[in-house]
């Protein structure tokens, strides 16, 4: 039983970091930073409007990978992985 806690924790953890990036790309890059990154330009475009509506979607497609990828080797390393 003390197996699968510590799986559960491990699973918990990588969702928590990857929800911490999803809210400061979605949230932050997006709406509280966007002045800032506005001052930047990306293609031409202020780099806070790009995060807006371009940006934040390229982040969010890396994290399902990402979290494919840790997902695949925190099974393994618990021994519950499908292969």
Same mark, same amino acid.
């Given at each position: 039983?003390?197996?699968?806690?510590?799986?559960?924790?491990?699973?918990?953890? $990588?969702? &928590?970091?990857?929800l911490?990036? +999803? =809210?400061?790309?979605?949230?932050?890059?997006? %709406?509280l930073? #966007?002045e800032a990154?506005?001052?930047?330009? $990306?293609? &031409?475009?202020?780099?806070g409007? +790009? =995060?807006?509506h371009?940006?934040s979607i390229? %982040?969010?497609? #890396?994290l399902?990978?990402?979290y494919?990828?840790?997902? &695949?080797?925190?099974?393994?390393q618990?021994?519950?992985?499908?292969?």
């Amino acid at each position: 039983m003390d197996n699968s806690k510590a799986y559960w924790n491990a699973t918990l953890g $990588l969702l &928590g970091r990857i929800l911490v990036v +999803w =809210f400061v790309v979605s949230f932050g890059a997006g %709406i509280l930073f #966007a002045e800032a990154l506005n001052n930047i330009k $990306l293609g &031409g475009y202020p780099l806070g409007f +790009w =995060f807006a509506h371009q940006g934040s979607i390229y %982040i969010f497609i #890396a994290l399902i990978f990402y979290y494919g990828k840790k997902m &695949g080797e925190i099974d393994r390393q618990f021994d519950v992985h499908e292969d």
